[in-house]
Nanobody, 119 residues
């Protein structure tokens, strides 16, 4: 069992920055890849960024490439999503999820903080 607890959502103006954190706990938490997934009202869920369990491999959706950075602090079992140059279209609920690999369906999900970007 892996528990994911997110923090860092909120309201920011366009062009601003936010950092989301996803703290993982559980015996095997460090062995999972972590994914940030967002869902805006009326839209499909979008895979935003992934990081491997080692932190060596990352993936970004084209919509956030160059603006968002995913990173992992293994000592703290925490994954971060640094979001810069935010746009109103980044407004969504952001979930972190733990998966066995980049190609796997996540086994565990966090609660999903709201990120709202005002224009």
């Amino acid at each position: 069992q892996v528990l994911l607890v997110e923090s860092g959502g909120g309201l920011v103006q366009a062009g601003g920055s936010l950092r989301l954190s996803c703290a993982a706990s559980g015996r095997s938490a460090s062995m999972y890849a972590v994914r940030w997934v967002r869902q805006a009202p009326g839209k499909d869920r979008e895979n935003v960024a992934d990081i491997s369990w080692s932190g060596a491999d990352t993936y970004y959706a084209d919509s956030v490439k160059g603006r968002f950075t995913i990173s992992r602090d293994s000592a703290k079992n925490t994954v971060y999503l640094q979001m810069n140059s935010l746009k109103p279209e980044d407004t969504a609920v952001y979930y972190c999820a733990a998966a066995r690999s980049f190609a796997s369906v996540p086994d565990y999900w966090g609660q999903g903080p709201q990120v709202t970007v005002s224009s």
